[in-house]
């Protein structure tokens, strides 16, 4: 992991108050009527920014790949008439040029585009001193330096209020979550720790791609911290040009936010005392399990000294497919989910595999430190 300052200025201001940014709007913009339409109904619900696609960034040709210009206008009427603060996202330079004329209010970068770092310095290039607030989603792959390389570029090139957004990264086929996006809240809040000072929003809209599990997402978000949600909000969702399954009517957005109380988070920061009886009893966990994963790794140093002299290959791979199926069999049993338990194990085992490397002196062991 590379060395990292948290550059962020307390200027940073993406939000003036301390209740949650809250980002609604369709996932396109498709019509001057489905705009006004979605946008009056979510007048009442202090959305801090009215959000609307122009260029749809598609993964897969042939699909709506947004209105472009034609829809600016389109945006400002929705300000006029309801005096929300409207939003777009950006991928080229310009697009820059024509949301800074028009005179939109804050902008986006998608998860494909922060994934191209030349996209990324091109965009900042064009933004270049520029105070309108923008947000910059992490990339399509868990790669945390990717998407502080994006802010980086950004803040470098004087953008002067920047958030974060975590739409979750693109599941490898193994998944079995069955969201849209493997949300794997580690890095956001690796990005929050190496950060304090930078708003993460988080869009359950993206991270699950179903209408139905957008609640449950909403309200992780408020008990994980994050500063804000942006959720897909569309006046007929079914009927949506993009992304018509995770898009939720004005209506249902009031009853979620409802529900949750969104806006009132409890930020006293105070931690009870029961709670140190718990964290304590955690630490003392968490000192026996690296105790025992330390003494693990220390019988497989002696396991590489001893295939090394009895001349016997590294890598056993039935051995390893045995340990596997039993440490699967005992995760079932100890009620620990399947997917947790083989993450954990191909860990051990390939940290295992190197220690025996190590000892066995095929490879230097101060070279493969890192
Ligand atoms: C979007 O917000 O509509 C969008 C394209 O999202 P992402 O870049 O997260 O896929
Ligand atoms: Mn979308």
Known sequence: MSELTDT??????????????????????????????????LQPLSVSYFRAGLWKPRTRPGSFEGVGEKGLPWLLEVREKTGLRVMTEV???????????????????????????????????????????????????????LWIGAIERFMRAGIT?????????????????????????????????????????????????RRRDIEEFCTMAV????????????IHPEDAKSDANQQVTPFELKEILGKMELLKRNATGLVPTEMEAYRKL??????????????????????????????IPILQMEY?????????????????????VYHLYTDIHELSTKIQFESSGIIDPKKSKS
């Open 8 to 41: 962020i200025p307390p200027s940073n201001q993406i939000s003036n108050t301390e209740e949650m940014l809250l980002v609604a709007g369709p996932c396109s913009a498709e019509s001057r009527e489905q705009l006004l339409s979605t946008a009056l109904e």
């Open 91 to 145: 991928s080229l330079p310009d697009h820059v040029e024509a949301v800074q004329r028009a005179g939109l209010d804050a902008l986006w970068v998608g998860a494909r585009t922060v994934s191209d770092p030349f996209a990324v310095q091109n965009l900042a290039d064009a933004l270049s001193g520029s105070s309108l607030p923008l947000f910059i989603k992490n990339p399509i792959s868990p790669d945390l330096d």
């Open 161 to 209: 209020t920047i958030g974060a957004i975590f739409r979750g990264f693109s599941p490898c086929y193994s998944s079995k979550l069955g969201y849209r996006n493997t949300p794997s809240w580690s890095i956001a809040f690796e990005l929050k720790r190496l950060f304090p000072k930078l708003p993460i929003i988080c869009d359950p809209s993206h991270i699950t791609g």
């Open 223 to 234: 008990e994980l911290g994050f500063d804000g949600i942006m959720v897909e909000t569309h």
């Open 282 to 311: 955690l630490s003392e966990i968490d000192d026996t399990l690296l105790s025992v994963l330390a003494r693990r790794m220390e019988v497989s140093h002696e396991i590489g000294l001893y295939k090394q002299s009895h001349q």
């Open 320 to 340: 390893f497919s045995e340990v596997l199926a039993k440490n699967l069999r005992r995760a079932e049993a100890l009620n620990l989910p399947q997917d947790f």
